[in-house]
């Protein structure tokens, strides 16, 4: 093997190892938020999402400034077209904190764990029905076991299981939309937060006005906290979208198992939350078609390397 090649399947390795990193610590990031959110669980949901915003714009911030991508920002917010999806997506992954936040605030943490679990199947469905993308025998079978484990808890529940449905029809759109931002992803995320900041911003200030708010000298503690809403969203984000980058799809695509399997653990052994037959039921048939995806998306994998040259 030539110094060339040898150079070149180091420096494969080598960027394979970092974004594996890169994404493992996202993940664990995500996998204990809901330690962290049930600090602030007092607090109203919207309140929180508003410091999660305003926090997160000067760490994006810094980070970008250090990678000298501050010019693409520049570019983006001269282009109408970019900020109106910029707008768009901002909006969605909004609404996405605000439901995350308020379940882990009233205990239903098992019920964000479903909905993540859920996404990667409702994002398969989206690229069958917006894409046109053929499903195979594997993915058509995984996504119908997953529409009866919805199917189960809605005839348990008397009604749709809103939380789980919305986290991960919210997630999945988001990074259906988010693709077609012509920007990297740190800077498309400091874009989203540059957007949101201007109604958050007004929010808590109104909060302030009104004496509603929780960020006030008398409550040490709640600053600490609303504080430390910035760094735990923008950091983990960051960290993935270096981490997605230098990983195959395949990989992303398993491990992003991590952050609901750790939100189910610590929902069901640390917050006491009640799980029963049915959901056990439901989340037997979610991880069976998890399985079967995975195994598909493996599969596929295989083929594509050994059919090449």
């Not at 669980?41 to 000298?68: D, Q, T, Y």
């Amino acid at each position: 093997m030539t110094n060339t090649a040898t150079d070149s399947l180091e420096k494969s390795q080598d960027d394979g190892l970092r974004g594996f990193l890169f994404a493992l610590s996202a993940y664990l990031m995500w996998g204990i938020l809901p330690l962290y959110m049930k600090l602030v669980a007092h607090i109203p949901a919207v309140e929180v999402v508003a410091h999660r915003i305003v926090w997160s714009v000067p760490i994006a911030a810094v980070i970008l400034f250090m990678l000298g991508r501050t010019g693409d920002v520049g570019r983006a917010l001269r282009s109408p077209r970019t900020l109106a999806m910029a707008a768009l997506t901002a909006a969605i992954i909004t609404c996405n904190w605000g439901i995350y936040v308020w379940a882990i605030s009233v205990d239903r943490a098992v019920e964000t764990a479903l909905g993540y679990y859920i996404n990667p199947l409702v994002s398969i469905a989206m690229a069958a029905v917006f894409l046109r993308e053929k499903l195979n025998l594997y993915q058509i079978a995984a996504v119908a076991l997953a529409a009866l484990a919805v199917l189960i808890m809605t005839m348990d529940a008397g009604g749709m299981p809103w939380v789980s449905l919305s986290l991960a029809l919210s997630f999945a759109c988001y990074g259906f939309l988010r693709k077609t931002l012509p920007i990297g992803p740190s800077q498309g995320f400091f874009l989203e937060v540059l957007i949101l900041c201007i109604p958050a911003l007004a929010y808590i200030f109104w909060l302030s006005w009104t004496g509603q708010s929780h960020f006030r000298w008398s409550q040490p503690t709640d600053i600490a906290v609303l504080l430390g809403c910035g760094p735990v969203t923008a950091i983990p984000l960051i960290l993935f979208s270096f981490g997605a980058k230098l990983l195959r799809y395949s990989t992303v695509g398993i491990m992003q198992y991590i952050a609901p399997t750790m939100i189910f653990l610590i929902a069901v052994f640390v917050f006491q939350e009640p799980f029963g037959g049915v959901k056990a039921v439901a989340f037997a048939l979610i991880w069976s078609a998890l399985a079967v995806y995975s195994w598909s998306m493996f599969r596929d994998a295989r083929r594509a390397k050994n059919s090449r040259p």
